[in-house]
């Protein structure tokens, strides 16, 4: 989990403008080449205030990028464990991963340790779950409660450990070239992120105990040294990062720390991977927060490491389908063809199959039903809506044009016929003259038609940018990373220039429902480019 303080945008006048759609689909991007942060745990950044920006640069920029201040809600305990409660007891033919289908095809031998709850509640981003990626809901108000908890500006959940939230703070704060002062004993992760961003180290030798064989955290005249010798170098830190507490508990003196690099204009990013604790004791250290660091990345379960019940799950799926590996599948395909064969009898429902591509590709899924239904004049996410919220019926994927259902071990002949039952209703509400008219006029050309590469990705991630509306964008390079999710498959690129096929698909497909990830601007009023 990541969290910016509450009292500063970073708390100092570098990072003024950052960007909290910076974290989507696992990458930190900049904008304005500001720089932030990230954590499965928690990212924090600090609430003091930046005493070195003017007061109105602040408001300003923190209009533009945050949500300041949290609006928490206090209508549930945890929103985001209720939901997925709610969801668990809801009554509805599942056609989405995880195979399992809610524990119907549940491995026996991982069952019988974990008991039939765990795959009630294994779900995937289900409408009322949320979206990690672009959070409005259930997540949102839970990073919120977090946010409000820990006494942070905003705080991101990953779930890709504290590592990630390290790298990603790295990242946000350092570009290629640029010094990084950190402890020679920090974590692999500020190895990994060093190579990401393309920053060089600056390393702090921490004290060493050779009676316990224990290293221990930096000192603040470490830290000025550090300093004093890139200067002495004609070099500048991008950012400091101090292990606090380390391993072993050893806290290093955050506020000292942040109080001189804040004087030299640097950001502080602190890993309290092993700290997330303590701010909720009298006797606890004070938290890297508290002691105006600019970025905390925390640990609350320790998901980076092994997680022995995913990793027991991969061992009984293969132990269940060893069991019978050529024969498993029988009943599954049987039911896929029928439901295909009886969906392509239905009026105005259309099953995608090889013939709809004039390449000759070599195979389709059979287990992946895609349904048209153009031809019912809806789109693809009208129908998902009705099928989901009247019929409760829960699709994989849905498009502008159809909508995927996927068959699997846990399938049963009764969710079939209810899957039929749903489709037969939209034909009987919607097919007819209007709905072949709307089949024409909703052809959409595809976006990746002229591909133009101005910067490599990693130029345009760290390159400087701006935000313009979106018809002065065309033409331009672009500096975000935008995609229709699901499925997640860009249209826009970093270091790609803009045309307007990809921008009339990207409003079409928002027009129709479709969720849009990785936009700064939600609204899609505004486009990032790189400012060349």
């Not at 699997?408 to 097919?431: D, W």
């Not at 959409?444 to 038609?449: H, K, L, Q, V």
Request: glycine letters at 6%.
């Amino acid at each position: 989990m990541i969290s910016l303080p509450l009292e500063s945008i970073c708390g100092i006048s570098r990072l003024k403008s950052f960007s909290v759609s910076a974290i989507r689909d696992g990458n930190l991007r900049r904008q304005h080449r500001l720089k932030t942060v990230v954590s499965t745990e928690n990212i924090a950044t600090s609430r003091k205030q930046d005493s070195t920006a003017p007061s109105s640069e602040r408001i300003e920029d923190a209009a533009t990028y945050l949500t300041y201040p949290p609006k928490v809600s206090h209508s549930t305990t945890a929103p985001l464990v209720d939901a997925l409660r709610a969801c668990a007891k809801e009554d509805v033919a599942c056609f989405h991963f995880p195979g399992h289908n809610r524990g119907k095809a549940a491995p026996p031998s991982l069952e019988s340790i974990t008991g039939i709850s765990t795959f009630l509640h294994d779900l995937p981003e289900l409408p009322k779950l949320d979206d990690l990626f672009s959070p409005k809901g259930v997540i949102l108000d839970a990073q919120r409660k977090a946010a409000d908890l820990f006494g942070a500006l905003e705080t991101w959940f990953l779930v890709g450990g504290t590592t990630c939230g390290i790298q990603a703070s790295i990242m946000a704060t350092c570009a290629p070239g640029e010094m990084l002062i950190l402890p020679r004993n920090s974590h692999i992760s500020a190895t990994t992120g060093l190579v990401l961003s393309g920053a060089s180290p600056k390393y702090i030798m921490p004290e060493y105990s050779s009676d316990w064989d224990i290293p221990g955290g930096i000192t603040p005249s470490q830290v000025k040294q550090a300093i004093k010798d890139l200067a002495a170098e004609s070099k500048t830190a991008a950012a400091v990062l101090v292990t606090s507490p380390t391993y072993h508990g050893i806290c290093s003196n955050i506020s000292e720390i942040t109080s001189l690099c804040h004087s030299y204009g640097i950001p502080v990013i602190v890993d309290e991977a092993h700290g997330a604790h303590f701010g909720f004791h009298c006797d606890f250290p004070s938290t890297a927060l508290q002691q105006g660091a600019d970025l905390a990345v925390q640990s609350t379960h320790k998901s980076s490491s092994p997680n022995y019940l995913l990793l027991a799950s991969l061992d009984a799926a293969r132990a269940q389908l060893s069991e019978n590996p050529n024969t498993i599948f029988n009943s599954t395909m049987n039911l896929a063809i029928k439901a295909k064969k009886e969906l392509g009898e239905i009026s105005g429902i259309s099953v995608l199959d090889l013939s709809s591509f004039s390449s000759l590709f070599p195979a389709i899924d059979p287990l992946r039903i895609t349904v048209g239904v153009s031809k019912l004049g809806i789109s693809g996410y009208r129908a998902d809506d009705i099928l989901c919220d009247e019929l409760k019926i829960i699709s994989e994927l849905v498009g502008c044009k159809s909508v995927t259902f996927a068959i699997n071990l846990g399938t049963t002949k009764e969710q079939i016929q209810i899957l039929l039952s749903g489709l037969r209703h939209l034909s009987s509400v919607f097919y007819g003259a209007k709905g072949l008219e709307y089949s024409k006029r909703t052809r959409i050309s595809a976006p990746f038609t002229d591909i133009i590469t101005g910067l490599s990705p990693r130029d345009a991630f760290f390159s400087k940018k701006r935000k313009v509306v979106m018809a002065e964008s065309i033409g331009k390079i672009c500096g975000e990373l935008i995609s229709p999710y699901p499925p997640g498959i860009p249209v826009l690129v970093p270091g790609e220039v803009v045309t307007k096929e990809a921008i009339f698909y990207l409003l079409e497909r928002k027009r129709m429902g479709a969720a849009i990830s990785g936009a700064a601007d939600q609204e899609l009023s505004l486009l990032t480019i790189c400012d060349l």
